[in-house]
């Protein structure tokens, strides 16, 4: 086996600081053909430059201010539709598309397009396997995605919003670096897919233990 997995603090912050051994280029063989550059495949200066332009608005005081309240009106928007008594799939009306959403709202995408933006993640997330017809048909509907938000983001650039692709249309580093237009609908589309399955898996598990742990549950409850 050609791979390893790294645990202690002082292991994995040597290998993040190592670019040149550690390079993560090979991602571009999964990446640029579907969704475009990103800075996911990229090292050193060009992965730091792309950070400096969408990071600030993705961290610390900026996130909390601007999407905290957010996260949690969508979280309780699908809680509003589950039915009132009865069995509740808690991962089919909660975890499942709680990311997506989330991430949408962020964006600034519009609001009456869930269902197109869940199939074009999956037909996205189905073209990285690299297996076809998946692949061409991820292509094809990632190009298609792209040409949609075109004028969104030509509109964001133009009148800025507390939205996300705003702040990634309109921001700069120091030196006044910006992205290209591929590259921030290549950055959408990363965002779209990138921690879906994670958080949907993550919260399953943790309603998971509340069911099977009644004193992890009562626990919960008292504080």
Request: glycine letters at 8%; proline letters at 6%; a negative charge.
């Amino acid at each position: 086996d050609d791979r390893w997995l790294l645990t202690r603090y002082d292991d994995v912050a040597a290998v993040f600081r190592d670019h040149e051994t550690y390079s993560t280029k090979p991602y571009r063989r999964i990446f640029t053909d579907v969704i475009g550059p990103t800075m996911v495949q990229m090292d050193g200066p060009d992965h730091d430059v792309r950070r400096a332009i969408v990071a600030p608005a993705l961290v610390g005081r900026q996130l909390e201010q601007h999407y905290l309240g957010l996260v949690g009106s969508v979280v309780a928007g699908l809680f509003d539709r589950l039915p009132a008594d009865g069995p509740v799939d808690l991962m089919r009306g909660v975890t499942a598309p709680l990311p997506l959403k989330v991430v949408a709202t962020i964006l600034g995408l519009p609001e009456d397009e869930d269902a197109y933006l869940h199939e074009i993640t999956n037909q996205v997330i189905a073209a990285l396997a690299g297996e076809e017809p998946a692949r061409s048909q991820g292509i094809a509907a990632h190009e298609a995605f792209t040409a949609r938000i075109d004028g969104l983001i030509t509109q964001r650039e133009a009148t800025p919003g507390p939205d996300m692709i705003s702040a990634i249309a309109s921001g700069r580093t120091e030196d006044g670096e910006r992205l290209s237009r591929q590259e921030i609908a290549s950055f959408i589309s990363l965002l779209m897919v990138a921690g879906g399955e994670t958080t949907d898996r993550a919260l399953a598990n943790l309603w998971w233990v509340l069911a099977a742990e009644p004193g992890v549950r009562e626990a919960l409850i008292e504080d």
